[in-house]
């Protein structure tokens, strides 16, 4: 198991930005798929972004490509991602997550991922 300490949540005005981070401790980070899911209260979880063990494929959800980008630093144990033009309806807690077994899935599914950190709040507002 991977432990997941997320970082960098807030309250930002819609149209602006914030970056959120992951640190990982425990078991060899390049072994994990990582990726950021997000949750509103009486919704499923969502998959965000997520990123391949060596960084070189990434997956975006629809309602993310172009504002966001997830990055990941194998030397440094950290995912990270970064959130521009901000909308009201990406208001959410984030949740950083590890995936130890398979490939990167078309779309990620929360069912895939066996370590998640305790998440954080980014609030936007219009």
């Known amino acids: 198991q991977v432990q997941l300490v997320e970082s960098g949540g807030g309250l930002v005005q819609a149209g602006g930005s914030l970056r959120l981070s992951c640190a990982a401790s425990?078991?060899?980070?390049?072994?994990?798929?990582m990726a950021w899911f997000r949750q509103t209260p009486g919704k499923e979880r969502e998959s965000v972004a997520a990123v391949s063990r060596s960084g070189g494929s990434t997956y975006y959800a629809d309602s993310v490509k172009g504002r966001f980008t997830i990055s990941r630093d194998n030397t440094k144990n950290t995912v990270s991602l970064q959130m521009n033009s901000l909308k009201p309806e990406d208001t959410a807690v984030y949740y950083c997550a590890a995936q130890f077994w398979g490939t990167l899935a078309t779309i990620p599914r929360q069912t895939d991922f066996g370590s998640w950190g305790q998440g954080t709040q980014v609030t936007v507002s219009s």
């Open positions: 425990g078991r060899t980070f390049s072994s994990y798929i």
